[in-house]
């Protein structure tokens, strides 16, 4: 298994364009999970999908934010607009039933100028 | 917000020694991770510590786990150049099967 695939790896955008960035979990996984990673406020999660539902968007940080997993081998996480405190390192990590250690992609450096 | 957090913040070792990394939590947790990161890279799950168990090894690893003090440990024996990473615990916490990660501990070890 190739394992959680992120892309794409880096994204420099100006200040209000709309960004996708996209994960592609472990087949066979049922959990996926979107994290930021920052200096200060290290990493937060910020929604989290379970057999493709969301379930727990509560850490999304504003209606700018907005993730969907249309189907068990696809999701997306979209700022729109961006912004530059929306600078980060995104990851997306995978599971079976978020029961079990979590399988992480490599991350989305997301530089917003 | 953060359920974990390690201590010490950062640890400078010679290759040869052990690590050790200490995690506090808040709340009743059922499971405890630990994840290593590589600069620049993504999290790397290392090992698994249900609440119901105390002690746990993988290799040069050896995690303890104390519920009554809502405190867990990691040591890495004999440690390498290429252990050089960061490293957080993670809670699973009450029904949502979801992780908090604490800050993490930069470790450091020479060559």
């Known amino acids: 298994d190739a394992g959680v695939i992120q892309s794409p790896r880096h994204e420099v955008t100006e200040m209000g364009q709309e960004v996708t960035l996209r994960c592609k979990p472990i087949?066979?996984?049922?959990?996926l999970f979107w994290y930021r990673q920052t200096m200060m406020r290290g990493l937060e999660l910020l929604i989290y999908f379970n057999n493709n539902v969301p379930i727990d968007d509560s850490g999304m940080p504003e209606d700018r934010f907005s993730a969907k997993m249309p189907n068990a081998s696809f999701s997306t996480l979209k700022i729109q607009p961006s912004e530059p405190r929306d600078s980060a390192v995104y990851f997306c990590?995978?599971?079976?039933?978020?029961?079990?250690?979590?399988?992480f992609g490599s991350g989305t450096r997301l530089t917003v100028v | 917000s953060q359920q974990g957090e390690e201590d010490p913040q950062a640890l400078s070792i010679q290759e040869g020694e052990n690590a050790t990394m200490n995690c506090s939590y808040k709340t009743s947790i059922n499971n405890l991770q630990w994840y290593r990161q590589n600069s620049g890279r993504g999290l790397v799950h290392l090992i698994l510590i249900r609440s119901n168990e105390r002690e746990k090894h993988s290799g040069r690893l050896r995690v303890t786990l104390d519920t009554s003090k809502k405190s867990s440990s990691l040591l890495i024996t004999a440690s390498r150049a290429a252990d050089t990473a960061s490293y957080f615990c993670a809670t699973d916490a009450g029904s949502a099967r979801q992780l908090t990660f604490g800050s993490g501990t930069q470790l450091t070890v020479l060559p």
């Open positions: 990590a995978s599971s079976t039933d978020g029961i079990y250690g979590y399988t």
């Open positions: 087949s066979g996984h049922n959990s």
